[in-house]
């Protein structure tokens, strides 16, 4: 297993960074041509969340993004200092959205809608995803096959 770790300061300009490393990483990887863009903007919307979620709660520690060479996966973690609902594991095992309920309505603030939004984007890129949120902070974990070396005759 190979893995490429970045940090970067929560300010918008550096998701672009990201974004283009882990493509790269991925192709190196050997995702599919094919699925590179969907690696490229699930990492992108995932680093933006993670900087708004940042920003929004006044963290100044870096957002963390591990890039994860497996065997017949890649994956990518993208991950917050942003603390979740507790550490109830009830409220804060897999796939919690950090509290906020689809559809809440009036109640909902601009940052619950836009998290989900966020949310609701990856997911429609990425198969295989999970969100999980506790006391230290959040982590996305997406993954993506890697495409079987072809062997000529």
């Known amino acids: 297993?190979?893995?490429?770790e970045l940090r970067f300061s929560a300010q918008p300009e550096h998701v672009r960074t990201a974004r283009l490393v882990a493509a790269a990483v991925a192709r190196r990887a050997g995702v599919d041509e094919a699925v590179l863009d969907e690696v490229r903007l699930a990492v992108g919307e995932a680093c933006s969340r993670?900087?708004?979620?940042?920003?929004?709660?006044?963290?100044?520690?870096?957002?963390?993004?591990?890039?994860i060479?497996?065997?017949?996966?890649?994956?990518?973690?993208?991950?917050?200092?942003?603390?979740?609902?507790?550490?109830?594991?009830?409220?804060?095992?897999?796939?919690?959205?950090?509290?906020?309920?689809?559809?809440?309505?009036?109640?909902?603030s601009d940052a619950d809608g836009e998290d989900e939004m966020g949310l609701a984007v990856i997911s429609g890129l990425v198969d295989d995803v999970e969100v999980r949120s506790g006391a230290n902070g959040g982590v996305i974990r997406m993954s993506w096959p890697k495409t079987p070396a072809t062997v000529l005759p």
């Open 1 to 4: 297993m190979t893995t490429v």
């Open 50 to 67: 993670a900087v708004g979620l940042h920003r929004s709660h006044g963290i100044t520690a870096p957002v963390s993004v591990a890039l």
């Open 69 to 108: 060479e497996e065997e017949k996966s890649f994956s990518v973690e993208v991950g917050d200092e942003v603390p979740g609902p507790g550490d109830d594991p009830a409220l804060g095992g897999p796939a919690t959205t950090r509290g906020a309920t689809p559809g809440a309505g009036l109640d909902e």
